[in-house]
């Protein structure tokens, strides 16, 4: 069976301060029927003055190496999935590390929005397999409520958004025995894509300085995106590599115990699952309590599965993301 990349523990984490849909009625001209009609969004977490990503990031952690049963002096590497990072550089994994009070432990972000978990689970997968790292922790973080425009003008994203952490403990698993872990993971991306889903500024591409008040002025550091075209692109390519994954891996959809998909919005979930009859009691959600929390999103809800016992021993469970870039990905693991 060779060398295979186990989970061995999850582990999420939310701030405490919850902002309902009605609380954002009260900042825009929007509803909470409009929300939750077109999204199935209730509430969201937002962080409060003072609160990092990285503390979100070590939260999250912690549980995880609890959950593992490890210190963090036993990983050999974090990575760090987020589109929303604590400063311009170094990443929020620096921030994180430091937390961990593991000084020299490697540690890196990643940036592949709301699927950078699927692909930091890829990188992490092939570090285990070439034998480079034994334990990688894998995070996936963002901070979003900082970022977004809570004004009529920006509607369209800011309620879909929310903070929140989630990570994994991934170990080498050679035991022939244990057929727990990742079996196949694909990953795509389409550049041509970029601009219908981004935040445009800062950007080292401004010349002569990366952000100026004309910028700040024009909203152009606030997220756009077309919504429409990126809900069409999520239905189509979803299902694809989900499927391609499965493909990959010499398994049915009838063998997969769980399904995990991105929490972008439970309708684009729904149509998918309808696509390729999928059984609304083979997946969970969790974007009613938590909105879209981009690469936090699907560790969060591993860790949901895992915690409320959803989710038993070698049970195999499939996780697709899509998100700006674009990029989508898809991963397959025994549990
Ligand atoms: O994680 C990254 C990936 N992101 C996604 O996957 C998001 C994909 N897109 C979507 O989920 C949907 O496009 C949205 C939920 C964002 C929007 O739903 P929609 O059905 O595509 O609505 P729309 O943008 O076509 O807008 C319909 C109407 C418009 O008004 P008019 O032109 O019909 O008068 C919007 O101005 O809804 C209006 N609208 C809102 N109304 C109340 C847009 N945002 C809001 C809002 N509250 N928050």
Redesign the pocket.
Known sequence: MGLRAKIIGTGMHVPDRVVTNDDLAKLM???DE??QK??GIRERHYIEEGQQPADLAYEASKNALRAADLDAGQLDCIILATLSPQADFPGTSFFLQELLDVPETPCFDLRAQ?SGFVYALAVANGFIQSGMYQRVLVVGCEVHSTGIDLTDTG??VA??FGDGAGAVVLEANADENDPAGLIEVRLHAEGKNAKK?WVEAPGSGFTPVRITHELIEQRRHFPY?E??L??KH?VTRMPEVLLETLGAASLKLEDVDLFLF?Q??L??NEYVMGQLEIPAEKTLSNIHKFG?C?AASIPMLLDEAVSTGLLSRGQVVSMTS???GFSWASAVFRW
């Open positions: 001209d929007t509803t409009w929300i077109r999204t709301c509607r369209d309620v879909l889903l995106m919504g429409r990126v809900f999520a991105h972008a919005n309708r684009i879209n981009s899509f998100g700006s």
